[in-house]
C-alpha cells in the first residue's frame, strides 16, 4: 500500500516558521520527484515547492522565494518543507504528492497524494 503521511501543521502568528514532513511509503521513493501543494477554502490547489528525485534541483513559486526550503532524504523515505516568515496568506491545507520521474506543476499529474495536514497563520 502506498502511503504519504504529512505532520507539522499548526497555528501560528505571521512572522513564525513551521517545519512540515512527509512520510512516505510503499513506492521507489528515489524514483519518484516530490512536491508540496497547499489549498485554501475556495481557491485551487496550487504547487508550492517540488524536488528531483535525487534532491539536486528544486523549484519555489515566487510568493515563497527565500522564505520556504525543501529537502528530502531518500534513505529514510522523508521529505520536508520548512517554513519561514510565514504570512496569512501562506494559510492552507499543505499536501505532500509524488510523481514518477520528474516534477511538475499542475496537480493532476501526481501520482500519489498525502492526506494533508493545516497550517493556519494569524495576522
Known amino acids: 500500500q502506498v502511503h504519504l503521511v504529512e505532520s507539522g501543521g499548526g497555528l501560528v502568528p505571521a512572522g513564525a516558521s513551521l517545519r512540515l514532513s512527509c512520510q512516505a511509503s510503499g513506492f521507489i521513493f528515489n524514483k519518484y520527484a516530490m512536491a508540496w501543494f497547499r489549498q485554501a477554502p475556495g481557491k485551487e490547489r496550487e504547487l508550492v515547492t517540488a524536488?528531483?528525485?535525487?534532491?539536486?534541483?528544486?523549484y519555489y513559486i515566487d510568493s515563497v522565494k527565500g522564505r520556504f526550503t525543501v529537502s528530502r532524504d531518500n534513505a529514510m523515505n522523508m521529505v520536508y518543507l520548512q517554513m519561514n516568515s510565514l504570512k496569512p496568506e501562506d494559510a492552507a491545507v499543505y499536501y505532500c504528492?509524488?510523481?514518477?520521474?520528474?516534477?511538475?506543476?499542475?496537480?493532476?499529474?501526481?501520482?500519489?497524494w498525502g492526506q494533508g495536514t493545516q497550517v493556519t497563520v494569524s495576522s
Open positions: 524536488i528531483a528525485w535525487s534532491g539536486t534541483n528544486t
Open positions: 504528492a509524488a510523481r514518477e520521474f520528474a516534477p511538475s506543476a499542475h496537480a493532476y499529474e501526481y501520482d500519489y
